[in-house]
């Protein structure tokens, strides 16, 4: 009888090799967790977004120290990326003073309290050379999936000149015409009581686009570009504030001559000329730092997305793990346990409890394959992209569902391992889509190279849909843009409802030599 019937110690080797490929199983997650910490920190896509911009923008950590900073920082203060790099800001371009922590910490503290905006202040920072300069910062706190503050994004422009224009306004009038007309910023007088345009040096002619003429008697809000800020009625708000207050910062979306629009930001001031009661108006052009501001949010929120999708389908194969694979090796364990007990007094049932134990191991197996297949294909790592967008397809020809061509011209053999899994990975969840919502019957993946671009599209002609319309909580196609996008590639999804849908994707290739791999 024992003949016909694997022994104990067949299936002691098939509960080892079950493990192993759990182990297997934990370093790919590992591996996975590795690649989300490397894209949480993606420092090279962080510069390309911000090294062209002519602001200072830094990171740094909770305590002050810098993170960050683009070149534009280093030029403007001076400093080499050494000297700056991981120095703390009091003490480099923060003048050490009594209050210099304190300001900082109260500066963090103000940026926490509301996280869904930009908090703003103004302040004299130092160069390396010893000479000072005044900064409009934006500052902004950056945290991480779990929504713990990790730095403090920190954007700035120099508005040195507005705060000499002030300082000559307070000693002399032959000081204050002579900056008037020479400062490259905008610099207005406004009625205190209509908050209409009294006067204006030439470089808000220049701004605005307007002779002087036609600039003087306009109200705010016939420069404002139709939408707050600042309607008249907000403009007479904030000059009360002015009048108030003495002083007020204030960002302004604006309007040229020629109907552009761009943001400016600036001062309002109280003064007194002659007998008139006056509000001085210094302001500049921040529509670049607005950009980018809004360039900074969809980053960290593109971020975001990606590391919520990647921790959902963590906690799905956790599940998966837990009530499939893990219940079939318990089961097997059990039934090696029955063997062992009615081995001598009860061969029968204890030759059927190893059967038993022994197929539980051949689906825990079969279990474990399936799932190191979805975390990342090993013919991927094998054979390349080609070889594993192709297996991919046979195994779908196994589930019910559209009938999926795939044709290739390519010229690389094998391309950078993370770039090879950006596109298995949008093919899957293109043909995931497909066979879940299009209803086609069939989809072509086409996967050809154009000189030293990779072109991938996924074509269906199923039911079609509005992609403006897609919830925001379903990350799918989102994911395929992003990392389009990750890799300096584009992605463009195109679908109309009883259309189909066609995903096009084209990324920059960088091709690796066969003894990488």
């Known amino acids: 009888m024992s003949e016909s019937h694997p022994t104990c110690d067949d299936v002691h080797e098939e509960l080892a090799r079950a493990k192993q490929r759990v182990a297997e199983l934990e370093a790919n997650e590992r591996h996975r967790a590795r690649m989300q910490t490397e894209l949480q920190k993606s420092e090279a896509q962080y510069r390309q977004l911000v090294e062209g911009v002519n602001s200072v923008i830094l990171r740094m950590d909770t305590e002050g120290n810098v993170t960050f900073a683009n070149r534009f920082t280093y030029a403007f203060f ?40 930009f908090q703003h202040n103004e302040n004299e920072n130092l160069c390396r050379d010893g000479s000072r300069v005044w900064v409009s910062w934006t500052n902004k706190p950056v945290r991480d999936e779990n929504g713990e503050l ?69 109200s705010f809000e016939e420069l404002s570009f139709g939408k707050p800020p600042y309607s008249q009625r907000d403009a007479e708000v904030l000059v009360r504030s002015a009048q108030e207050q003495g002083r007020v910062l204030f960002e302004w979306c604006a309007r040229r001559k020629d109907g552009q629009s761009f943001w400016a930001s600036g001062v309002l001031k109280r003064i007194r000329i002659g007998q008139n009661d006056r509000i001085l108006c210094i302001a500049r052009d921040i529509t670049e730092q607005k950009e980018q501001e809004q360039r900074e949010r969809q980053e960290q929120e593109n971020l975001r997305q990606l590391l919520e999708s990647q921790e959902r389908e963590r906690r799905l194969i956790a599940y998966e793990i837990h009530d499939g694979l893990a219940q079939l090796l318990t089961g097997a364990t059990m039934q090696l346990e029955v063997f062992r007990a009615l081995h001598d007094k009860k061969p029968g049932e204890a030759w059927k409890a190893l059967d038993d134990g022994q197929q539980a191991l051949t689906r825990g197996l079969a279990e474990t394959r399936r799932l190191i297949r979805g975390l990342r294909s090993p013919i991927l790592d094998e054979s390349g992209v080609v070889a594993a967008v192709e297996q991919l397809i046979v195994e779908s020809h196994e589930q019910p569902g559209p009938t999926v061509e795939f044709v290739h011209d390519v010229q690389f053999d094998r391309l950078d391992p993370a770039l090879e899994n950006a596109l298995f990975r949008i093919v899957q969840e293109s043909l995931t889509n497909a066979r879940r919502y299009s209803g086609s019957d069939r989809v072509r993946v086409a996967l050809t190279q154009e000189g030293n671009q990779a072109r991938l599209e996924i074509q269906d002609w199923g039911v079609g849909f509005t992609p403006e319309q897609v919830a925001p909580e379903r990350f799918g196609l989102q994911g395929i843009r992003q990392r389009a996008r990750l890799f300096g590639g584009d992605a463009t999804i195109e679908s109309q409802p009883g259309q189909g849908t066609r995903v096009l994707v084209e990324l920059p290739l960088e091709e690796r030599a066969a003894n990488d791999f």
Not at 106 to 115: A, K
């Open 78 to 117: 001076g400093y080499s990326e050494e000297e700056l790099l991981g120095k703390h800001v009091v003490g480099t371009i923060v003048p050490e003073t009594d209050s210099a922590g304190q300001d900082l910490a109260r500066m963090i503290r103000e940026v926490c309290q509301d996280p869904e905006h």
């Open 150 to 218: 990790i730095e403090i994004l920190c954007i700035g422009n120099d508005i040195t000149h507005r705060k000499r224009f002030e300082e000559a306004l307070a000693a002399s009038e032959e000081n204050y015409r002579t900056v008037f007309t020479e400062t490259t910023d905008a610099v207005a007088l406004l009625d205190a009581d209509a908050a209409r345009f009294v006067d204006a040096n030439p470089a808000t002619l220049g701004i605005f686009g307007y002779t002087r003429d036609e600039l003087l008697g306009k």
